[in-house]
């Protein structure tokens, strides 16, 4: 049993998840929402939410304010005094589950963010590091931001799915933010901003004639060159 089975789910109340755009594509399509359902932007001056992974973008009505690209927030059914991520699940405190138990609404389409955690990339890029936890996800010691209930250990997690997600993760945190360095050399207005992700996200797929992928392959390849 993971740590996260019979769980509150502090995490999903403590933190501002950082979403990519493939994030967003993913869950437009898959749950058949609009940008505008499930996606906010949170000023981040002090890198607090992005800590230097995840991009920072400008928008042309606060042009000085750095802001994270994040799922939404809502008021927590049960903890009125908190909120939760949008698509978290809560279930009534009982005896049992002073806290409530509460599960992902949209597990199978979650963003990278929640795919890796609590994991990392070793340097070499081949391994999985677990990493700790802390006990509690912000710095008022409730119980509503209790961490995990035990460490994680190996065991916990799949070895192939979780190296093929941090992969991923790394490879669209690093196109993202490519991205954002485009968008940030003329910012324009955060209404505008699904339209520019969208536009850029379906110009990842094209079609080129072999003509032109032979043109672009390196002579010092002969191996892939034709006969």
């Known amino acids: ?79 009125p005094q908190s909120t939760k991520c949008r698509f978290l699940m809560e279930g009534a405190p009982d005896r049992d589950f002073p806290l ?16 890796i955690f609590p994991t990392r990339l070793s340097s070499s890029g081949q391994i999985a590091e677990i990493y700790d936890i802390p006990s509690h996800g912000r710095h008022e010691q409730l119980p509503i931001y209790e961490l995990c209930p035990r460490p994680w250990i190996p065991a916990d997690l799949d070895p192939v799915q979780t190296v093929e997600d941090l992969v991923i993760a790394r490879f669209e945190q690093l196109f993202f933010q490519q991205l954002a360095r485009v968008w940030n050399k003329s910012p324009q207005s955060w209404a505008s901003f699904p339209d520019f992700i969208r ?6 797929l094209i079609r080129k004639t072999a003509d032109e992928l032979e043109a672009e392959i390196p002579a010092t390849i002969p191996f892939f060159r034709a006969a």
């Open 1 to 79: 049993m993971s740590p996260c089975q019979n769980c509150h789910a502090g995490c999903c109340r403590s933190f501002a998840v950082s979403i990519t755009g493939a994030d967003i594509i993913r869950i437009e399509r898959d749950l058949k929402l609009n940008f505008w359902d499930f996606v906010c932007r949170w000023e981040d001056r002090e890198g607090l939410i992005t800590r230097g992974q995840a991009p920072q973008f400008y928008f042309d009505d606060e042009p000085e304010v750095p802001f994270a690209i994040c799922l939404m927030h809502s008021q927590s059914q049960f903890f």
């Open 100 to 115: 409530g138990e509460a599960r992902c609404g949209i597990y199978g389409s979650r963003p990278s963010a929640c795919r």
């Open 199 to 204: 536009f850029v996200y379906e110009k990842r």
